[in-house]
């Protein structure tokens, strides 16, 4: 693979970013990087861009309760009648509501 344009710089810039590109393409992306401010200046937002989105969605795990509760019916043999606290009935059945 030789030179590459801007143009095909900027289409390969995700795979770049997301260490998808063969060790030959690393090379030619990296010295076009160094030699081409404009592309710099699109890499660098990418990067940002993928940086805040990262940060804005991180996944919240379940309350311990719920996973708890998950796996005692997940344990639970076919047929068999899960007991649980009335409480916890009723915020599974909110949070499944509120979906």
């Known amino acids: 693979m030789d030179c590459l344009n801007c143009y095909e ?3 390969r810039l995700h ?5 998808e590109l ?3 393409e690393i090379e030619i992306v990296q010295q076009h990087l160094e030699d081409c401010p404009s ?7 990418d990067m940002r ?9 991180k996944i919240q795990g379940a309350p311990e ?6 796996l005692r019916i997940a344990r639970t043999p076919r047929g068999k009648t899960v007991e649980m606290a009335p409480e ?12």
Not at 49 to 57: G, I, M, P, S
Not at 65 to 70: G, I, Q, T, W
């Open 22 to 24: 063969s060790a030959e």
């Open 39 to 45: 592309c710099q200046c699109r890499f660098h937002f």
């Open 49 to 57: 861009l993928k940086r805040l989105v990262h940060d804005c969605c």
């Open 88 to 99: 916890l009935l009723s915020e599974i059945q909110a949070d499944m509501e509120g979906r």
């Open 15 to 19: 795979l770049y970013i997301d260490r």
């Open 9 to 11: 710089i900027s289409a």
């Open 65 to 70: 309760h719920l996973r708890e509760a998950v």
